[in-house]
């Protein structure tokens, strides 16, 4: 309860600063919407082509891909500043700011650096969400159900993800490059996983379930989930939990400027 009063706060405090600068908060909100409207730009090149993603129509691939983005840019207005910050601390040798606060490190973080410029991404995948639902519509009331487990676990393995990246900045400083091969993992998660070979559709269920992050949640209000997937929850959660206690491991390896 502690935390949640804290993280509270600081949003109102980071939507507050934001503010300040309403043009330029504005701008970028508007900008990341663009951008990220763009994202299903490929799909629908494919299908007004007349070609398609095997057993899966336009506006299923649409539903997936909005979930993916919904997801991701809503694990990154919470945990996206810690991984920049993180770099910036150690590049700097500032962590000592950190360290000091009468907080656990990761905690004081992950509510400090709420991130309100990623806002645009957010609206972006409502809205995709939204229109593709309309045309796929739900499948029951209990795929609801089962639609907000998955997108959960999905949740899990994003901030898992960013707190493994935040982790490696305590050895390797200057990792700027690190989010490059994640987004190019997760890449394998925005489109149906049952076009990919079995290894790969093995290794994004189970290995790195990036299928959670779009596939199986928009499978399960399409009723088209396997059980497999509900096991898929439990690796995510581990993710979660390993980036939590590597990146506190790795606080410990931090030795001042430029790590």
């Known amino acids: 309860m502690r935390f949640i009063k804290l993280y509270g ?7 507050a600063g934001a503010l300040a600068y309403r043009l330029n908060f504005l701008l970028t909100t508007l900008l990341a919407t663009i951008l990220n409207a763009l994202f299903p730009i490929v799909t629908i090149l494919i299908y007004n082509a007349g070609a398609s993603f095997p057993g899966w129509d336009f506006y299923e691939v649409l539903l997936i891909q909005g979930v993916f983005l919904l997801t991701s840019n809503l694990a990154y207005l919470m945990f996206d500043g810690v991984l920049w910050t993180t770099m910036q601390h150690v590049r700097e040798g500032t962590f000592e ?29 409502s809205v995709l969400f939204g229109f593709s639902l309309f045309f796929t519509g739900v499948s029951s009331f209990a795929a609801i159900g089962q639609f907000l487990l998955l997108f959960a676990g999905g949740f899990c393995l994003m901030a ?19 989010p490059e091969i994640y987004d190019s993992v997760m890449t394998f ?6 076009i990919f070979p079995q290894a790969v559709r093995g290794a994004a269920s189970f290995v790195i379930p990036v299928a959670m992050i779009g596939f199986f949640p928009a499978s399960a209000l399409l009723d088209r989930v396997e059980i497999a997937a509900f096991f898929a929850v439990i690796p995510c959660v ?20 430029g790590g």
Not at 9 to 15: D, L, P, S, T, V
Not at 98 to 125: D, H, M, Q
Not at 189 to 194: A, D, Q, R, S
Not at 238 to 257: D, H, P, Q, R, S
């Open 9 to 15: 706060k600081c949003i109102k405090i980071a939507i």
């Open 97 to 125: 700011v950190v360290l000091l606060k009468p907080l656990s490190p990761l905690t004081y973080l992950v509510s400090t650096t709420f991130t309100p410029e990623i806002f645009g991404g957010v609206i972006a995948g």
């Open 160 to 178: 898992g993800l960013c707190l493994l990246m935040s982790a490696t900045a305590f050895k390797w400083v200057d990792n700027g490059r690190i």
């Open 189 to 194: 998660g925005k489109y149906p996983v049952t």
């Open 238 to 257: 581990l993710f979660m939990l390993f980036g939590i206690w590597v990146y506190n491991k790795m606080i410990k390896l931090y030795e001042g400027v």
